[in-house]
């Protein structure tokens, strides 16, 4: 055909489609066309087949083995003339070619993620668990080999020359290797880098893969070698190698990554060239002394060294290119090569059977019986066992290269790869079956002691979750002495001025005497902790990174510690607390991005917070913003993930749970300032200009709170809330108890222009989805009726004003003079509460000013909601902040936020140490 595998070695046809030239003619000289096609329908293929193999939870390996499948001789190819057009044989050498650079610089990767620290810590369980789920298999597939060899070596693919022994070296490797780098990936979506089990099996597979490694090699090296003799000459000169980049080239690479700070900075350009350049040659020399060039590569992985985050910040900077674009390449070239049809008989599949049994028994027995060996449970063993089994990429690279050196036919490279897909395949289902989060949390309370075996929990005597009850109800918090608060980059001006006012006034100590001068001998400070009881305060910041499946973000998990002490925001938190002399601590998780509320959450669980304080994003973003005052705010209330998130955690906290939309607080609103065009004339202008002025410090410290009471928990605790800041002598409060009355109508809002022309965070389209509905209870209800959970019962609302004027009694004297309480009643509570907000709030150049409210007010939520759809229109704007901003933050909130008010908000959701109003 036209465009099949014709080899013109003709020059390339300027003017190209317009003269007639098919596209997919492969001609030596110009061979860039077709292999753009090639790679295009590679990636395409192997994206589109990952998107429905992404939901199993399956790793990107098997979608791309599986597409090479697609398009080789097991499908496609039986298409007539599909592969002399698309992969014509005289154009595979240059598409193995880019396929093996790419392995090699892969290979690099996966040394570079192998950190022997790691199984340095867990040596004694790794080693056993390695050792045995590598010696099971290996005797396993040295039987089977036996079989394998003498049924196959007939075949016409197959090297004659192979000894048996060769041959059974060679599938005891195949069977006994794992393959670490999906491993680690797996661990990672199913969230088990943290726990014993995530530990345990990566301890184990570091050293599982080292030791594979060396023992492919040998087995390379006793293909390549003509006599037993040359094979002895290629093994010393391996271990020559190896030493030589130990103590030779690894010492003066760390001094020139020193000397170009590349260790505290991250790589430069020019030790990135240099580590490439490394690779390369290490490659080439693997290569042309008998072993594969892939064996250089991860020898230079290995060497690299992983202090101050080198090994991570190299691994961003390459990652991309070879996981988009090199690694397909290769696995569909091991899926173009497998051609299923060949196995026609009984005996084949006989032993594809024999292949999956050995692979699966002989792992799972090994690694389950020495990680029993060590102390874990069954389950936990049998877990470990099921992981150990996977074979993933790194057994489909053995594999490629049996084949190519006539170790393997194609009719047992194909056996064995439906055995790496159907082991890989079925480590996700079967470990999420074996050891579900459920099983998880039950297993961490009985080893921490709070829970037996069967999850029950245990009750101890002087449990410090007793204390504070009464008749078996719940505790009351009268005061927040313990928060853990998410810590984001743009919200920690607020979160720290935040912080520092809930903790209350800060007590100076006396001025110091030399004690040479004292009259009378000063009190030793460790006898008095005085100065500690006056700030009791406990803050635990939480950092949530996101995990992916980048190989970069799974190799921070094994080295969170030294991130999370180069982290800027963890580093500025702890001093923060060290300065202000309260007690503080910050940790850092990598966790995927579905599950930081379930993190976040949890973390506050373990330390018994009574507050849970989440600040809500700047940009609508999960990630950190680097600067607030230029922060894109577009889709600040209208991200949905961002919202779930909020939701989320608030919906699942046992404590109370506060969210922090920051409007300037802690200083004035910084607006945003002009930008220009970039010319060259205004970059000269940069460059001569000065530097930017010091801002100035705050004149007025102070801060204003305005709190309209309604009644329900959340806004019970608020009240407390509010009362807890209140003891700051920089606060003055103003809470009002907003009652509802039909027929008590509130002046209009003065509103000249739509709110949403100076809001781009507002939505700036009517979304019918996002305007505030009422339910059929809400549209038949008149009204002038009192809402349902007044009606019929006056003992609600009186409940509620006595525990508003309890409140109001009870405040000491020295905080009386800075708050007022007041009562009003309306039958519009959301006009009302804008309207006397904005004389309140936002009128003095202070530190920043609070409107503090309740997430629900059950007492009139059927007004509020229907009051709500008519305030929202007459701001110009009819579908609010977002249907999910509403769900997340209230009515009232949101009706706060869309009005404009230049003043910062907490929404407060009580928890289940929240106080009934009827306790009070």
């Not at 780098?181 to 301890?203: D, F, H, M, Q, Y």
């Not at 049998?382 to 074979?391: A, E, F, H, P, Y």
């Amino acid at each position: 055909m036209a465009g099949g595998s014709g080899n013109s070695t003709g020059p390339a046809n300027q003017a190209g489609v317009l003269e007639g030239m098919n596209p997919s003619h492969y001609n030596p000289n110009d061979p860039l066309t077709l292999f753009i096609i090639q790679v295009t329908l590679i990636i395409v293929v192997c994206r589109l087949l990952h998107w429905p193999l992404s939901k199993l939870r399956q790793p990107r390996v098997i979608a791309e083995v599986v597409g090479g499948i697609i398009l080789g001789p097991t499908v496609m190819g039986r298409i007539p003339g599909f592969r002399d057009a698309i992969f014509p044989k005289t154009s595979m050498p240059l598409l193995s070619l880019v396929a093996n650079l790419g392995l090699v610089i892969f290979l690099f990767l996966v040394g570079l993620e192998v950190d022997m620290r790691l199984l340095l810590v867990n040596w004694k369980v790794a080693v056993s668990v390695s050792a045995a789920g590598m010696v099971l298999p290996f005797g396993f597939g040295a039987a089977i080999a036996y079989g394998l060899y003498h049924q196959f070596k007939n075949d016409s693919d197959v090297n004659n020359n192979i000894s048996f022994a060769v041959y059974l070296l060679f599938i005891g490797v195949a069977m006994a290797i794992t393959a670490f780098p999906v491993l680690a990936r797996i661990l990672t979506e199913l969230e088990l880098l943290g726990t014993s089990v995530g530990t345990i099996v990566l301890s184990a597979g570091v050293g599982n893969d080292v030791v594979g490694w060396i023992l492919l090699a040998l087995t390379v090296a006793l293909v390549n070698a003509g006599t037993g003799l040359t094979a002895l000459y290629v093994l010393l000169l391996s271990i020559a190698w190896i030493l030589f980049l130990v103590y030779a080239v690894r010492p003066v690479f760390i001094w020139f990554l020193r000397r170009d700070g590349s260790l505290e900075n991250g790589p430069t350009q020019s030790m990135v060239a240099l580590t490439m350049l490394m690779v390369l040659a290490s490659a080439f020399f693997t290569n042309i002394i008998g072993v594969h060039a892939i064996f250089g590569g991860f020898l230079i992985g290995l060497i690299c060294p992983h202090e101050g985050g080198f090994a991570v910040r190299l691994t961003e900077k390459i990652e991309d290119l070879v996981s988009v674009l090199f690694l397909p390449l290769y696995f569909t070239l091991s899926g173009l090569r497998t051609d299923i049809g060949l196995l026609n008989g009984a005996v084949a599949w006989g032993y594809v059977v024999g292949v999956l049994t050995i692979a699966f028994l002989a792992k799972i027995t090994g690694g389950t019986v020495a990680a029993r060996l060590n102390g874990l449970v069954w389950r936990e063993s049998l877990t470990i066992g099921v992981l150990m089994s996977c074979k993933g990429l790194v057994e489909l690279i053995v594999l490629n290269i049996g084949l190519q050196a006539g170790i393997l036919g194609v009719r047992v490279f194909t056996i064995f790869v439906i055995m790496a897909l159907v082991t890989t395949f079925a480590t996700t289902p079967l470990v999420t079956y074996l050891y579900p989060p459920d099983y998880q949390k039950k297993m961490d309370a009985w080893r921490k002691g709070k829970a037996d075996r069967d999850g029950n929990p245990i009750q101890f005597g002087d449990d410090d979750s007793s204390q504070g009850t009464l008749g078996g109800q719940k505790a009351v918090v009268t005061r927040f002495s313990k928060i853990t608060v998410l810590l984001r980059l743009e919200s920690m001006p607020s979160i720290l001025t935040f912080v520092n006012l809930l903790a209350g006034e800060r007590v100076r100590p006396a001025p110091k005497v030399h004690k040479s001068k004292a009259a009378i001998p000063e009190e030793d400070p460790l006898s008095s902790r005085s100065d500690i009881s006056k700030r009791p305060l406990e803050v635990h910041g939480v950092r949530l990174v996101e995990l992916t499946q980048r190989t970069s973000t799974v190799m921070q998990v094994s080295e969170v510690d030294e991130l999370q002490d180069r982290d800027p925001v963890v580093n500025v938190f702890r001093s923060f607390g060290k300065f202000l002399n309260m007690a503080v601590s910050a940790v850092l998780f990598i966790t995927p991005e579905a599950s930081f509320a379930e993190t976040l959450v949890g973390k506050a669980a373990d330390r018994s917070s009574d507050l849970l304080l989440i600040p809500w994003s700047e940009t609508g973003a999960m990630s950190d913003a680097q600067d607030a005052q230029y922060a894109n705010t577009e889709n600040r209330f209208t991200t949905q993930q961002h919202n779930l998130f909020i939701n989320k955690a608030l919906d699942t906290a046992a404590c109370t749970a506060a969210i922090m939309v920051n409007r300037g607080f802690g200083g004035p609103l910084m607006e945003r300032t002009l930008s220009r065009a970039i010319s060259q004339i205004s970059v000269r202008s940069r460059k001569n200009a000065d530097s930017a002025p010091p801002v100035p410090p705050v004149a007025d410290p102070s801060h204003h709170i305005f709190f309209p009471f309604f009644g329900g928990p959340d806004d019970t605790i608020a009240m407390r809330f509010v009362l807890q800041l209140a003891t700051n002598t920089n606060v003055t409060a103003t809470i009002v108890r907003v009652a509802y009355k039909a027929g008590v109508v509130e002046e209009p809002l003065d509103l000249p222009a739509p709110a949403n022309i100076h809001r781009p965070d507002l939505p700036r389209s009517l979304s019918m989805s996002n305007v505030p509905t009422l339910s059929r209870e809400d549209t038949a209800k008149d009204s002038t009726t009192q809402s349902p959970a007044t009606a019929g019962d006056p003992a609600v609302p009186d409940a509620v004003d006595a525990f508003f004027q309890s409140m109001a009694d009870s405040v000491p004297a020295a905080i009386s003079q800075r708050v007022l309480f007041e009562t009003v009643e309306t039958a519009q509570p959301i006009h009302y509460v804008i309207s006397r907000a904005k004389g309140e709030v936002g009128q003095s150049k202070n530190a920043g000013d609070l409107i503090i409210v309740g997430r629900c007010q059950p007492d009139v939520q059927p007004d509020i909601r229907r009051e709500l759809v008519s305030v929202l229109a007459s701001l110009g704007v009819p579908s609010g902040a977002g249907n999910e901003t509403r769900k997340c933050l209230g009515d009232m909130a949101e009706a706060i936020i869309v009005s404009g008010i230049k003043a910062s908000m907490i929404v407060l959701k009580a928890g289940g140490k929240a106080l009934e109003p009827n306790d009070g």
